[in-house]
């Protein structure tokens, strides 16, 4: 009755443990989650007024074109001419969809065809597998370690190219390294894709707003780059508007046209109301998302002290987005005298299930030696989850 696809698909790792947090505070459990890749900060005030005026206004009721209204393509067009360096020529070159994740599934049914390869880096975003491997093309893995900041180098990525690898995928900052490519590292890249005929690039710059490191580059800005990259962004992070569900991709006007036809086909235009928002946030006051940084990287400094405390737990300092991904490996074989834990996820459901605290095991990142934590959470809340933590793990043997 169920599809094979369907069958050997794996479930979000993310929203299965932030679903089993909710069940124990359903059953009074004081759990503090650090599963979910969601800002903690409400939607600043301006882009909720502009969502408000555009209900008064009552034109925005009806469909809206399929790649998204005009007026918000233009604007995210000219957003990446400007501060990104990205040759978008028009609106053509952008398609707005239900979040940065539809863009990139319409993306992947739009250029694979079966056995096509596609090259995630990793550490990688947990749906970026799935999304390769639904329309029938093959993910092949490489992957950075914690001592060069889980980055991949430009010459493993010339390794792991063949006759068949259509594109290579990636995130910077990355979820759920926190990692940052530096922008020679992203043009060492950009010279061994600009060897290879027809190789594509698929750049997700969703944390672009949450860098601590200096200016945001994007791979989409060298020289001969604009007509091999999709570029994939969106508004969930930087302006705190996960539940709007707005993203959009960048990219030559031929791809974009075979991804509206695959978005025609599946959910048509994004919300509405939700592109009048997101056409607020790009044209309004970019402060509040600058306090949202300066507040993640208070945090930042304090959880990489509070972790580094932690005897056996490997730590990197993250460079971007809101996340640490510490190496967890020496944990593996220890006991407490009633539970073993062999693996990361073993440790997650021992955390969860001791200490009342939620994170996200590293296998369904492409690194099962790590576990993720999210710093989108109160000071108080990182002081006392982190507490909890160190204490069951001290209990280990």
Known sequence: MI?????????????????????????????????????????????RQGAKRAIDEGKYFAYPPVAGYKDLRQAIAQKLREENGISAATENNIIVSNGAKQSIANLMFAILNPGDEVIIFAPYWVSYYTLVYMPGGKPVIVKGDINADYKVSARQVEEAITPRTKAILFSSPCNPTGSVFTEEELKAIADVVLAHDDLLVISDEIY??????????????????????????????GFAMTGWRVGYLCGPEKIVKACTKVQGQITSANASISQRAALTALTGSLEPTLQMKKEYEKRRKLVHELLSGIPGMKVNMPQGAFYFFPDVSEFFGKSDGETTIETASDLCMYVLDKA????????????????????????????????RLKGVLSRLN
Not at 26 to 41: A, K, M, N, R, T
Not at 218 to 236: E, K, L, V, W, Y
């Open 208 to 237: 672009e707003h949450i860098n601590y490191g200096g200016k945001h580059v994007s791979i989409a800005s060298f020289p001969g780059m604009f007509d091999r990259t999709i570029t994939i962004n969106g508004f969930a992070k």
């Open 3 to 47: 599809s094979d696809l369907v069958l050997n698909m794996e479930e979000s790792a993310t929203l299965a443990m932030a679903a089993k947090a909710r069940e124990l505070r359903e059953q009074g459990q004081d759990v503090i989650s650090l599963s979910l890749g969601e800002p903690d900060f409400k939607t600043p005030d301006h882009i």
């Open 356 to 387: 009342h605290v939620s994170i996200v095991e590293g296998g369904a990142f492409g690194a099962p030696e790590c576990v993720r934590l999210s710093y989108a959470a109160s000071e108080e809340e990182l002081i006392e989850a982190i507490r």
